[in-house]
């Protein structure tokens, strides 16, 4: 039990070995080592749970176990482990021989006496050296070097000489020195804009870590690996606290041979350039907390309902997405379904009903008033146009079918968005989504093939997002329309946008 770059290394312990037994007439039959494995417990020693296998047949292989000295048993923290394997061996008939001890086979008390110590003294060693280890690791981190993993993008590594020189490190390549020192400083431009536009998203108009992952993917966004952005990848993002410049160690402490436990951790503030602007992250962090501050049993989810319901009486399950506090599943998983958690909260059914035969009413008229709009515009530009007796359809040009969307505003966390409910795939050429105002003003158009649709956000800020080409005027509508309309044929129905 041993590696070559210790003192004590398996072949040092083979050589010893194989000295006492020709020099006291022994044939060693089988050898059993167990190479760069860590004495403090038994779990991963092959080689010591053969022996213990072997010790234990009937035949038994042998009769005699050389072992370099105690220690080799283990150095496990509670010494009667040592013993007991040692027991084991001698209880079915194998004698234990130590070659580097003075005392070799005895059974003299004064032999259990020194065994004893030296179990101790080898348990004593490694919690010593673990503690001057941790303490080795506290004093690195506080001097802004790091022993972790490197986040996925936007910092780099770059090893330290004891004279300060500092040569950069490609992704998994090691330090050449044993005495240089690994530091982290921010990568190239490119990664720390685009770990900056995460933070932007998710504090802005991404609202959660799922719309975050959503919106970088539509925005053609990918690690610098290649990889597609996930809401595991962005959450991770979102909490290291190396992008503010930030070191954490040892939120968990290991004590050799037992389970981790959870310890004050060590903090080392501004050590590191940071990434992201202090602001940034602070309001990245805010939202955060606010999303985990309330533990999800019944009666606090039914709390931060009747909140909501108080500010908004017609709540419902859609809105729960850009609240920041809790999902839809934590409420299904609760109650059964959102809807019975909202009418335990206290939500008035009737009104919700009532105000929702409204709003279609309302919102079917607009759209019927806003499709003649749009064809009177295409007529007076000398544009053919009609409207599909069936599911708000414009029919522009000979065949060009494009359906009209009105997307409607909603006030979460006191700021308007809109929601784009994509209920079926469109079976359109295009889609036209108008970002309506509380009344009968459209604030934007944005006009999408199907593919780019499936794959816009769910949700909009005040601001449509720039990567979706917003047209903000008749004239630019009307433009958009006519070049679609002049595309050669066949290129219609390609994944793009629109509006490029």
Same mark, same amino acid.
């Given at each position: 039990?041993?590696?070559?770059q210790?003192?004590?290394?398996?072949g040092?312990?083979?050589?010893?070995?194989?000295?006492?037994?020709?020099?006291?007439?022994?044939?060693?039959v089988?050898?059993?080592?167990?190479a760069?494995?860590?004495?403090?417990?038994?779990?991963?020693?092959?080689?010591?749970?053969?022996?213990?296998r072997?010790?234990?047949?009937?035949?038994?292989?042998?009769?005699?176990?050389?072992?370099?000295?105690?220690?080799?048993?283990?150095?496990?923290?509670?010494?009667?482990?040592?013993?007991?394997?040692e027991?084991?061996?001698?209880?079915h008939?194998?004698r234990?021989?130590?070659?580097?001890?003075?005392?070799?086979?005895d059974?003299?008390p004064?032999?259990?006496?020194?065994k004893?110590l030296?179990?101790?003294?080898?348990?004593?060693?490694?919690?010593?050296l673990?503690?001057k280890?941790r303490a080795?690791q506290?004093?690195a981190i506080?001097?802004?070097?790091?022993m972790?993993?490197?986040p /996925?993008?936007?910092?780099?590594?770059?090893?330290?000489d004891?004279?300060?020189?500092q040569?950069p490190?490609?992704?998994?390549?090691?330090?050449?020195?044993?005495?240089?020192?690994?530091?982290?400083?921010?990568?190239?431009?490119?990664?720390?804009?685009?770990?900056r536009?995460?933070?932007?998203?998710?504090?802005?108009?991404?609202g959660?870590?799922?719309?975050t992952?959503?919106q970088l993917?539509?925005?053609?966004?990918?690690t610098?690996?290649?990889?597609p952005?996930?809401?595991?990848?962005?959450d991770?993002?979102?909490?290291?606290e190396?992008?503010?410049?930030?070191?954490?160690?040892?939120?968990?402490?290991?004590?050799?041979g037992?389970?981790?436990?959870?310890?004050?951790?060590?903090?080392?503030s501004?050590?590191?350039?940071?990434?992201?602007?202090?602001?940034?992250w602070?309001?990245?962090?805010?939202?955060?907390w606010e999303r985990?501050r309330?533990?999800?049993?019944?009666?606090?989810?039914?709390?931060?309902?009747?909140?909501?319901?108080?500010?908004?009486?017609?709540?419902?399950a859609l809105d729960?997405?850009g609240?920041?506090?809790?999902?839809?599943?934590?409420?299904?998983?609760?109650f059964?379904?959102?809807?019975?958690?909202?009418?335990?909260?206290?939500?008035?059914?009737?009104?919700?009903?009532?105000?929702?035969?409204?709003?279609?009413?309302t919102?079917r008229?607009?759209?019927?008033?806003?499709?003649?709009?749009?064809?009177?515009?295409?007529?007076?530009a000398?544009i053919? /146009?009609?409207?599909?007796?069936?599911?708000r359809?414009l029919?522009?040009?000979?065949?060009?079918?494009?359906?009209?969307?009105?997307?409607?505003?909603?006030?979460?966390?006191?700021a308007?968005?809109?929601?784009?409910?994509?209920?079926?795939r469109?079976?359109?050429?295009?889609?036209?989504?108008?970002?309506?105002?509380a009344g009968?003003?459209?604030?934007a158009?944005?006009?999408l093939?199907?593919?780019?649709?499936?794959?816009a956000p769910?949700w909009?800020s005040?601001?449509?997002?720039?990567?979706?080409?917003?047209?903000?005027?008749?004239d630019?509508?009307l433009?958009?329309?006519?070049s679609?309309l002049?595309?050669?044929?066949?290129?219609?129905l390609?994944?793009?946008?629109?509006?490029?």
């Amino acid at each position: 039990m041993s590696t070559d770059q210790q003192e004590l290394s398996i072949g040092t312990q083979l050589a010893a070995i194989q000295a006492y037994a020709q020099a006291n007439a022994i044939s060693v039959v089988k050898t059993y080592e167990d190479a760069a494995k860590s004495g403090l417990g038994i779990s991963k020693r092959d080689g010591m749970k053969s022996l213990l296998r072997d010790v234990m047949d009937d035949p038994r292989p042998f009769d005699i176990v050389l072992v370099y000295d105690v220690s080799r048993w283990g150095r496990f923290q509670d010494i009667d482990a040592a013993a007991y394997y040692e027991y084991t061996c001698r209880l079915h008939g194998a004698r234990v021989v130590y070659v580097q001890e003075a005392f070799g086979s005895d059974h003299e008390p004064m032999t259990a006496l020194l065994k004893t110590l030296k179990r101790a003294m080898a348990a004593e060693y490694s919690r010593e050296l673990g503690v001057k280890s941790r303490a080795g690791q506290d004093r690195a981190i506080q001097l802004g070097f790091q022993m972790g993993h490197l986040p /996925c993008m936007g910092l780099t590594r770059v090893a330290i000489d004891k004279d300060g020189v500092q040569r950069p490190l490609s992704r998994g390549q090691r330090k050449s020195m044993q005495s240089e020192r690994i530091a982290w400083v921010p990568g190239p431009i490119p990664e720390v804009d685009l770990v900056r536009r995460v933070f932007d998203i998710y504090t802005g108009e991404g609202g959660t870590i799922k719309g975050t992952a959503r919106q970088l993917r539509f925005e053609g966004r990918t690690t610098p690996d290649g990889r597609p952005f996930t809401a595991s990848m962005v959450d991770t993002m979102l909490r290291c606290e190396a992008y503010a410049g930030n070191f954490v160690w040892g939120r968990e402490r290991y004590v050799a041979g037992t389970r981790s436990k959870r310890r004050p951790e060590t903090r080392a503030s501004n050590v590191i350039e940071r990434v992201v602007p202090q602001d940034l992250w602070e309001r990245a962090q805010g939202r955060l907390w606010e999303r985990r501050r309330l533990r999800r049993d019944k009666e606090q989810l039914l709390q931060v309902l009747r909140e909501r319901l108080a500010e908004n009486p017609t709540l419902n399950a859609l809105d729960l997405e850009g609240l920041g506090l809790h999902s839809k599943k934590a409420y299904t998983n609760a109650f059964g379904s959102v809807s019975r958690a909202l009418e335990l909260a206290g939500r008035d059914a009737k009104l919700v009903r009532a105000q929702h035969e409204q709003s279609k009413v309302t919102g079917r008229q607009i759209g019927d008033r806003l499709e003649c709009d749009i064809k009177s515009l295409l007529l007076d530009a000398g544009i053919a /146009c009609r409207i599909h007796p069936r599911s708000r359809v414009l029919i522009v040009g000979e065949d060009l079918r494009v359906r009209l969307q009105p997307i409607w505003p909603r006030t979460l966390r006191g700021a308007s968005c809109w929601h784009v409910f994509k209920r079926r795939r469109p079976m359109t050429h295009a889609v036209l989504l108008a970002q309506m105002d509380a009344g009968p003003v459209v604030r934007a158009f944005v006009l999408l093939t199907p593919e780019a649709y499936r794959g816009a956000p769910a949700w909009f800020s005040q601001e449509v997002p720039d990567a979706l080409s917003p047209l903000k005027s008749a004239d630019l509508l009307l433009s958009a329309l006519r070049s679609f309309l002049e595309r050669p044929s066949g290129t219609v129905l390609q994944g793009e946008r629109c509006i490029t």
